[in-house]
């Protein structure tokens, strides 16, 4: 289920983008301005609106830390901004002076790209925030933007219609041709690695005006070489896609049309869940909290709309949960609940759509009996069901108690973290590639965003 929980109305003019920290929300507009909103109640920050750009205000991103904001303009400059004072940090002029159409942080903030009208790129880094090299893709406007988790990569997106993979010395690693026919309007990497044997993949997804989300395979071979798959075409919207972005356990996929509507898609069955019908005119930005389960929607009639989604156990998961007057299937019609064996559990749990449960059930051999018996918080407690993926230690799979950030841009537990290593030769446990760092930051943030969901239970 998604509610409406408030609209936003400061901007004067269209809502170009919009992001989420743990603790701040960020819009931009063709107003020329930036305003930031704290997500705990979105009031505005005092120092709000931020006034710095000539012209249009393209793009923002927070650091992943949220200490700093990035936006991008018409005006050829991206603009580096302090969060706790709202003042201006660096203005970050673009090779060649030409209008700014999108920037990206990457996940450990330690670069920045940014792409231009004239299909030029820079490469900043960030802590620096000195230029380390430029590019350009010829006879065309860049006009999406986006870093691989591990922050070694980046995708660009074109309004010739391309995707292009590029490294962090600006060499085009793939280009895939014609991705979106009459151009790409967006493109983000989901934020998990997949990796086996000496095999990595990535998932991406791109949007386009060609009406069609696609969610893509990017894959690294032993050899050192990528090549891109396409998983998925989605076609739940009738008009342009423009803005699309995953979840922050890559699970969900919302998307903005030009049709006026919101799309929000189980990214990995590729079903359309739901279709949010609020604007008044084209939806142009979206996005997730990454510690809430909430969904921001900007659109070109100067509002955004802040979204709830049931996270981790959701309604509909408790309120699948049957009578002890059991159900009119097959093999259990004629059963209480409370006879059911494990097996007519599992069998159960398929027919309500909650496949991903089944092995979790299992493992715990809950039957009819012990069915009837769960509640919310055993659910939590003892399954794990119902707690947002993120509080989840990716070593422990517990909730984290002292998460902290590696190297990696991972959280973890620090007490597992610190394990792993003294043991595993300082390779990180979500991408396998070795950690430039054994420093550990508290995630302040993180722990917080816990500490609010267990007193909220």
Same mark, same amino acid.
């Not at 830390?65 to 991008?72: D, P, T, W, Y």
């Given at each position: 289920?998604?509610?409406?929980i408030?609209?936003?109305?400061?901007h004067r003019?269209?809502?170009?983008?919009?992001?989420?920290?743990?603790?701040?929300f960020?819009?931009?507009?063709?107003?020329?301005?930036l305003?930031i909103?704290?997500?705990h109640?979105f009031?505005?920050?005092?120092?709000?609106?931020?006034?710095?750009h000539?012209?249009?205000v393209?793009?923002?991103?927070?650091?992943s830390?949220?200490?700093?904001?990035?936006?991008?303009s018409?005006?050829?400059?991206?603009? /580096? !901004?302090?969060?706790?004072?709202?003042?201006?940090?660096?203005?970050?002029?673009?090779?060649?002076?030409?209008?700014?159409?999108?920037?990206?942080?990457?996940?450990?903030?330690?670069?920045?790209?940014?792409?231009?009208?004239?299909?030029? #790129?820079?490469?900043?880094?960030f802590?620096?925030?000195?230029l380390?090299?430029?590019?350009?893709?010829?006879?065309?406007?860049?006009?999406?933007?986006?870093?691989?988790?591990?922050?070694?990569?980046?995708?660009?997106?074109?309004?010739?219609?391309?995707?292009?993979?590029?490294?962090?010395?600006?060499?085009?690693?793939?280009?895939?041709?014609?991705?979106?026919? #009459?151009?790409?309007?967006?493109?983000?990497?989901?934020?998990?690695?997949?990796?086996?044997?000496?095999?990595?993949?990535?998932?991406?997804?791109?949007?386009?005006?060609?009406?069609?989300?696609? =969610? !893509?395979?990017?894959?690294?071979?032993?050899?050192?070489g990528?090549?891109m798959?396409?998983?998925?075409?989605?076609?739940?919207q009738?008009?342009?896609v423009?803005?699309?972005?995953?979840?922050?356990?890559?699970?969900?996929l919302?998307?903005?049309?030009?049709?006026?509507?919101?799309?929000i898609?189980?990214?990995?069955?590729?079903?359309?869940?739901?279709?949010?019908?609020?604007?008044?005119?084209?939806?142009?930005?979206?996005?997730?909290?990454?510690t809430?389960?909430?969904?921001?929607?900007?659109?070109?009639?100067?509002?955004?709309?802040? !979204?709830r989604?049931?996270?981790?156990?959701?309604?509909?998961?408790?309120?699948?949960?049957?009578?002890?007057?059991?159900?009119?299937?097959?093999?259990r019609?004629?059963?209480? /609940?409370?006879d059911?064996?494990?097996?007519?559990?599992?069998?159960?749990l398929?027919?309500?759509?909650?496949?991903?449960?089944?092995?979790?059930?299992r493992?715990?051999?809950?039957?009819?009996?012990?069915?009837?018996?769960?509640?919310?918080?055993?659910?939590?407690?003892?399954?794990?069901?119902?707690?947002?993926?993120?509080?989840l230690?990716?070593?422990?799979?517990?909730?984290?108690?002292?998460?902290? =950030?590696?190297?990696?841009?991972?959280?973890?537990?620090?007490?597992?973290i610190?394990?792993?290593?003294?043991?595993?030769?300082?390779s990180?446990?979500?991408?396998? *590639?070795? *950690?430039?760092?054994?420093l *550990?930051?508290?995630?302040?943030t993180?722990?917080?965003?816990?500490?609010?969901?267990?007193?909220?239970?």
């Open positions: 289920m998604t509610s409406l408030c609209t936003l109305q400061d003019d269209d809502v170009n983008w919009c992001a989420f920290s743990g603790k701040l960020a819009t931009c507009s063709g107003d020329k301005t305003r909103y704290n997500t109640d009031s505005e920050l005092p120092f709000s609106p931020l006034t710095g000539g012209y249009t393209h793009c923002c991103c927070f650091s830390c949220g200490q700093f904001l990035a936006s991008c018409t005006d050829a400059t991206t603009l /580096v !901004w302090s969060m706790s004072t709202g003042e201006i940090e660096a203005v970050l002029e673009h090779p060649g002076r030409s209008p700014v159409r999108i920037c990206a942080l990457s996940p450990d903030s330690a670069h920045l790209v940014s792409g231009a009208s004239d299909g030029s #790129l820079a490469l900043w880094d802590p620096s925030k000195q380390l090299r430029s590019g350009a893709v010829s006879d065309t406007t860049m006009v999406a933007c986006c870093f691989s988790p591990c922050s070694q990569l980046f995708m660009t997106g074109s309004t010739y219609g391309d995707l292009r993979l590029w490294d962090l010395d600006m060499n085009q690693l793939y280009a895939e041709k014609n991705a979106h026919d #009459l151009g790409v309007t967006c493109c983000t990497f989901a934020p998990s690695i997949l990796s086996g044997g000496q095999s990595v993949q990535f998932c991406l997804a791109s949007c386009g005006q060609d009406s069609h989300l696609k =969610i !893509w395979a990017v894959n690294k071979s032993g050899c050192g990528y090549k798959q396409l998983l998925h075409t989605l076609t739940g009738s008009a342009p423009l803005c699309c972005a995953f979840s922050s356990d890559g699970q969900l919302v998307s903005g049309s030009v049709d006026k509507t919101v799309a898609y189980d990214a990995k069955n590729a079903i359309l869940l739901y279709t949010l019908n609020q604007h008044e005119r084209l939806v142009t930005a979206c996005c997730f909290s990454p809430s389960p909430l969904i921001a929607t900007g659109s070109m009639d100067k509002t955004v709309n802040i !979204w989604l049931e996270d981790g156990c959701s309604d509909r998961e408790l309120s699948a949960l049957p009578s002890s007057e059991g159900r009119t299937s097959a093999g019609s004629r059963l209480l /609940v409370s059911w064996s494990e097996g007519d559990v599992s069998a159960w398929v027919e309500e759509g909650l496949e991903g449960l089944v092995d979790r059930f493992s715990n051999n809950i039957d009819g009996t012990e069915l009837l018996s769960l509640t919310k918080e055993t659910l939590a407690s003892e399954l794990h069901i119902g707690i947002p993926d993120e509080f230690c990716p070593i422990t799979r517990e909730l984290m108690r002292e998460p902290v =950030i590696a190297a990696d841009g991972y959280s973890y537990e620090r007490e597992a610190e394990s792993w290593i003294n043991t595993k030769n300082r990180s446990p979500m991408t396998n *590639l070795p *950690l430039l760092t054994t *550990l930051t508290p995630n302040h993180l722990k917080m965003a816990i500490g609010r969901w267990q007193t909220s239970r």
